[in-house]
Structures are given as structure tokens and as C-alpha cells.
């Protein structure tokens, strides 16, 4: 049991029982708590990948304004402050048997796969100074990048159209 | 002599042997030092917080033109400890339906939040937390963990009062992030690296205040807006909104929130200082490490002495000014302040240091000008567009 | 030392809780939540496979940003959807929006 192993338990722990605690908790600003919570673990997660600035990315966009505008929508969304209806609706025995059959199809594929014993290599150069030349460098994703960032605009020009008060 | 020069090593190296001799295993001695490490750092952060309640409580009592406590101890320097004790023996009410989990977590987090920041910043060339060559992202990712204990506390008091201070704090802090990041990414420019330490050493020859001047001003408005201090703290003043999100907590969990705040403020002067005023760097503070600690904190000082004079002088402003001020004014002129910084940059990359400092700083000079006389024109198409009322009409 | 396989497990099990909170709940908001699951699944998966293949190549990475800024994207518009709903139908449980127009 090396310290690497350990720490991957604990994470992938803390994401699995936060995601259960997310889809059956009752009480909705709960579910958007604990989804924070499995977004940290995803963060550590990507940490111990060498995927620092995703990491840190993940802290600032996801909990720091996904998580934020997910707890206002909800506490936008409700009549009266203490909800404690049943949250799911009647065909969630199907929803838990389609869920199963997801996991355990992806289960045999993964199996499938010759290198999925591998384990890890060297990291090559800096992955930082990469990332950044691989986002806006001719011959790499410049133009993903690109379409991402038009994507956002028409995003935000949508939020606020939609959401507003005629 | 080591000692002086690298204290780190020293104390390090000596606690190794220490533990080694004792018989404890290699990985287990490491482990053991570095938590050392970590909970005598948080324990001289949080020392210098008290002291730092008895600077503010001077400091604002010598701009409103009285004296401040000065009875216990000298100078009232003790002062601090009645404040605490008091705090601690307050009686601790949990409001009735408030969520107690998410109630007594918000101010641990937000008094983590603030500690986090402190494992990046240099004090000195060889003392420093850590050297994460993302730092300046993570000091943002540290302030959304602030942000979310805010609204977790306005939530979880299940008071309407608290909820709204609540919601205008968060959309001030989320707003005023993007000129506060933007403002932080004119030294990575100018460096070429996000790594804090990186860029504190850059500075050896001269300070990136005097390359970038509206840079060094931008983030110190954004600064004082994620602080939720004033002239920015609508979500908190008394006479408003009943000081939001504070309400309904009572004793040492309020002591938490106000003890973050203000260490808050001096991380941030810190980080001024830094970023700007060219951190632990002075006449020999290169060889002496402690020497560049003691500067790194006078300017942190002289940073928070200025955000304080911002606090006590500054009148409040309204929450729709406060946004439209970053929206309309701050964030435009963040960017355009970004790209006129990397052009001069790329431009000036092989000047001589004189012309690239001269260089920087009439582009920044150049673009506040062609900003005031925007505004200036804005202002008097507005005068003119207001018919004048004449008397005796 | 740690496998990829374990990765893999990992994300296949987030990405079907993911299906089953998308599936099973009521909530407008709740399946918002459940589709946020299913994309950080996809995330540690694609950082996983960057990591334990060839680290000089980017790609993995940049589609994981790509997947960020699609992900933040689509919550945006889908709670603005969810809001100007409920101010005209008063509720945002899925099964009572079921008229195109009205």
C-alpha cells in the first residue's frame, strides 16, 4: 500500500459518496454542498495527475462559480425555504437499473483495452508551458480555442437575454 | 552563521538528524517536520492576526481623530486578549431552523480560506511555503473558497437580512475577480512565469510599480472589492443591512469571521507589496533571508496602512455603482491595460532597462490619460444633454 | 503504484451516478446537478489518459479546458432557462413542464 495508492482511495471516496449524497439528497442546497465537494476531490485528483492549472482551474471555475449559480438558481426556484418532498420521480427503479447496466458496459470496455494496466510514464518538459503554447500555437488547438471563447460570449449573451425581466 | 543565511536548511537538516537518531523511519520523520512546518506557520500567521486587530483599532481611531484603547498594557497593546476573551466566554447561539453543519462550517472556511494563502507567499529568497508554478491562480482559487463560505453563512442563518447581505457580497466578490486576474496576469506577462517566487526574484533590478503603474492601482481597487471592505462593504455596514451575513453569529464564531477579514486585508497589502513594490527585496536582504522577511513585512504593513486609509476615508458606495463601476469601468480598462502591456512588452523586449521602464510606464501614463479624457467627454455629453433650469421661468 | 484501470473505474462509476441523478429526479435544478457529474466524469478520464499515455502530446488536456468552458456554458443558459420558467409556471419540477407553449 504505497502513500500514492492511499491517497487515491481517499479521494476517489470522498467523489464517489459525495456523487451518491448529490443525487439523493432531498434537501437541494445540500445536493449543490456536497457536489462541491466532489468537484475537490476532482481537483486533488487532477493534482496528483501533474495537471496543476487544471486543478486550479477546476477550483475557480466549477466551486467558485458553477457551484455559486447552481445554490442561486435554487434558492431562486423555491416557494418556501424548508422543502422535504421526495425528490426522485416514479420511474426511478428503471433510472437505477440503466445506471447499473452504464457502469458495468463501460466496466467490459475498459476491460477490453490492451493498456489499461499501464502505468505512469515520465512526464515530458514542462506541462504548463506546453498547455499554454499547445492553446494558442497555429499548429496545435488555436482555433478551439477560439470557437470556445465565442461559444462563451453567445453563452452570456444568452444567460442575460433569457433570464431577464421583460 | 548558516543560520542566517539559510534558516530553513538549517532548522530542516537539524530536525532530520534529531528524528533519525531516534530511530523513527525516513518517510515518517519527513512527515512529521513538514507538519511542524505547517503548524508553526499557521501559528505565526494567526499571532500576527492579533496583533493586527490592535493596528486596526488604532489606526481607525487615529484617522477619526481620538486616541484608541490605550489602557491595557502599553499603548493598549494587550488589547487584543480582552477582545478575545471576551468573544470566547459570549454565549454561542445557533438560530432556530438554521442548517447547523453548514452554520458552524462557513467561518472555519473562511478563515481557511484566508491561511491558504499564505503556503505561496515569499517572505524572503529562501522562506517561502511552497513554489507552485500556478500560484497567482491559486491565490484566485482561494478567494472562491472565500466566496462560497459567504454564501454558505448567509444560507445557513435562515434569515432574510443575512441572505441578502449574502447575495450582494457574492456578486460583488465573483464580479470584481475577473479586473483582480487580469490585473494579476500583468506581471506574468512581464515575467513569463505564474509562479509567485519567480516573480518577486524578477524584481531584483527594479519594481513592477514603476512598469505598471495602473496595474499596481487596478489591483488594488479589485484588492479592497474582494475584501468586502470599504468603500465596498454595502454587504456589511451597520446602518444598512444590519451587517449581512454576520447577523446571526455570536462569539468566537463572529471573532472567526473578523479575525479572517482583517488577515485578509494584510495578505492582500502582502501581496501589493509582492507583486508591486518588489517584496522581501532590499539592501541586503539577498544573502539574509530574515533581513528580507522584516522588509517583506514593513511593506505589507504599508500596504495594509493604505487599504485601512481607503476604509476610513472613502464614503460607501451603492451595490448598482459598485457593479456597474467593474463592469463598465474597471474590466474594459483591465483588458485594454493587459494587451497595451504585452504589445510594449513584446515590442521593448530587447530595449536597455531604461528604455523598457520608461517605455512601460509612458504607455500606462498614456493610456490613464486617454481614460480621463474619455470619461471627461462622457461627463460632458451628459451636462450638456440636461437642459438647464432657468429661475423665474 | 496506480493503474489506469482504477481511473477508469472511477469515472465510469461517477458517470453512471451522473445517469442515475439525470434519470431519477424531479428537480429541473437536480438534473443540472446529475449532467455536472457525468462531465467532471468525463474530465478525469481524459486527464487520466493524458497522464498514462504520451504526456508530450496536449490534446488531453486542452479538451479538458474545452470540456470546462462547454460545461460553464451550458449551466449558464440551463439556469437561466430553469429561472424564466419558474417565474411564469411557478415550479421546475420536470414532470409538470410538459406544454410546448402556453
Do not use: C
Not at chain 2, 297 to 314: E, L, P, R, S
Request: aromatic fraction near 14%; charged fraction near 10%.
Amino acid at each position: 500500500m504505497t502513500a500514492e495508492q492511499i491517497i487515491f482511495f481517499l479521494t476517489a471516496a470522498l467523489i464517489l459518496i459525495s456523487a451518491l449524497m448529490v443525487v439523493t439528497t432531498r434537501n437541494l442546497v445540500h445536493a449543490a454542498l456536497w457536489l462541491i465537494a466532489t468537484l475537490f476531490g476532482a481537483a486533488v485528483l487532477f493534482a496528483t495527475l501533474e495537471a496543476s492549472f487544471l486543478a486550479v482551474v477546476q477550483i475557480v471555475v466549477y466551486i467558485g462559480a458553477i457551484s455559486i449559480l447552481f445554490i442561486f438558481a435554487v434558492m431562486l426556484t423555491r416557494r418556501n425555504l424548508l422543502d422535504k418532498v421526495s425528490q426522485t420521480n416514479a420511474g426511478w427503479p428503471w433510472a437505477a437499473g440503466i445506471a447499473i447496466a452504464a457502469f458495468a458496459g463501460l466496466v467490459f470496455l475498459a476491460g477490453q483495452m490492451h493498456n489499461a494496466g499501464a502505468q505512469k510514464g515520465e512526464v515530458f518538459g514542462d506541462p504548463l508551458m506546453a498547455l499554454s503554447t499547445a492553446l494558442v500555437s497555429p499548429d496545435a488547438y488555436v482555433l478551439a480555442f477560439e470557437v470556445a471563447s465565442i461559444m462563451l460570449l453567445a453563452a452570456l449573451v444568452g444567460a442575460v437575454y433569457i433570464a431577464n425581466r421583460k | 552563521m548558516e543560520f542566517l543565511t539559510d534558516p530553513i536548511k538549517v532548522v530542516y537538516d537539524w530536525l532530520l538528524e534529531l528524528f533519525l537518531g531516534w530511530g523513527w523511519a525516513d518517510w515518517v520523520a519527513v512527515l512529521v517536520i513538514y507538519l511542524l512546518g505547517i503548524v508553526l506557520f499557521i501559528s505565526a500567521v494567526m499571532v500576527l492576526d492579533i496583533l493586527l486587530v490592535w493596528v486596526e483599532r488604532k489606526v481607525v481611531a487615529r484617522f477619526q481623530d481620538r486616541l484608541g484603547p490605550n489602557r491595557v498594557g502599553p499603548f493598549g497593546l494587550f488589547q487584543p486578549f480582552p477582545d478575545i476573551i471576551k468573544l470566547i466566554l459570549k454565549e454561542d447561539i445557533i438560530p432556530e431552523g438554521a442548517d447547523r453543519v453548514v452554520f458552524n462550517l462557513a467561518p472555519i472556511l473562511s478563515l481557511a480560506s484566508v491561511i491558504f494563502l499564505w503556503a505561496v507567499v515569499p517572505l524572503a529568497s529562501r522562506i517561502y511555503g511552497v513554489d507552485l508554478n500556478v500560484a497567482l491562480l491559486y491565490i484566485v482559487a482561494a478567494g472562491a473558497i472565500g466566496t462560497l463560505s459567504i454564501i454558505m453563512a448567509g444560507w445557513a442563518s435562515n434569515n432574510k437580512y443575512a441572505l441578502l447581505g449574502a447575495y450582494r457580497m457574492v456578486a460583488n466578490m465573483i464580479s470584481y475577480e475577473i479586473p483582480m486576474v487580469v490585473a494579476l496576469l500583468i506581471p506574468t506577462v512581464i515575467v513569463g512565469s505564474m509562479s509567485f517566487v519567480a516573480i518577486t526574484e524578477a524584481q531584483s533590478d527594479y519594481w513592477f510599480v514603476l512598469v505598471s503603474p495602473l496595474g499596481a492601482l487596478i489591483f488594488l481597487i479589485a484588492a479592497i472589492a474582494e475584501l468586502g471592505r470599504s468603500p465596498f462593504d454595502l454587504n456589511e455596514g451597520e446602518s444598512e443591512i444590519v451587517s449581512g451575513y454576520h447577523i446571526e453569529y455570536s462569539g468566537m464564531k463572529f471573532g472567526l469571521f473578523y479575525a479572517g477579514e482583517l488577515l485578509h486585508a494584510f495578505t492582500f497589502g502582502g501581496f501589493v507589496a509582492a507583486l508591486f513594490f518588489g517584496g522581501w527585496h532590499g539592501p541586503w536582504a539577498q544573502e539574509y533571508p530574515l533581513l528580507g522577511a522584516f522588509y517583506f513585512v514593513v511593506k505589507a504593513m504599508i500596504g495594509y496602512w493604505v487599504i485601512m486609509w481607503v476604509k476610513y476615508t472613502v464614503p460607501r458606495i451603492r451595490i448598482d455603482h459598485m457593479l456597474a463601476f467593474n463592469w463598465k469601468f474597471l474590466t474594459p480598462l483591465a483588458f485594454i491595460l493587459l494587451m497595451v502591456t504585452a504589445l510594449t512588452h513584446r515590442v521593448l523586449l530587447d530595449a536597455p532597462t531604461w528604455l523598457y521602464i520608461s517605455g512601460m510606464f509612458l504607455s500606462n501614463v498614456l493610456l490613464a490619460w486617454i481614460t480621463v479624457e474619455v470619461l471627461r467627454a462622457q461627463a460632458r455629453r451628459k451636462r450638456e444633454s440636461v437642459p438647464p433650469v432657468m429661475v423665474g421661468d | 503504484m496506480v493503474p489506469l484501470s482504477w481511473y477508469i473505474f472511477l469515472s465510469a462509476a461517477l458517470f453512471s451516478i451522473g445517469l442515475y441523478g439525470v434519470l431519477a429526479r424531479k428537480n429541473a435544478i437536480a438534473i443540472l446537478l446529475g449532467v455536472e457529474l457525468m462531465l467532471n466524469a468525463a474530465n478525469i478520464n481524459l486527464v487520466s489518459f493524458w497522464r498514462y499515455g504520451n504526456t508530450a502530446l496536449m490534446g488531453g488536456q486542452v479538451f479538458s479546458i474545452i470540456v470546462f468552458a462547454v460545461a460553464a456554458a451550458e449551466v449558464a443558459v440551463g439556469l437561466a432557462l430553469v429561472i424564466a420558467i419558474y417565474r411564469t409556471r411557478k415550479t421546475v419540477v420536470a414532470d409538470e413542464l410538459d406544454l410546448m407553449k402556453w
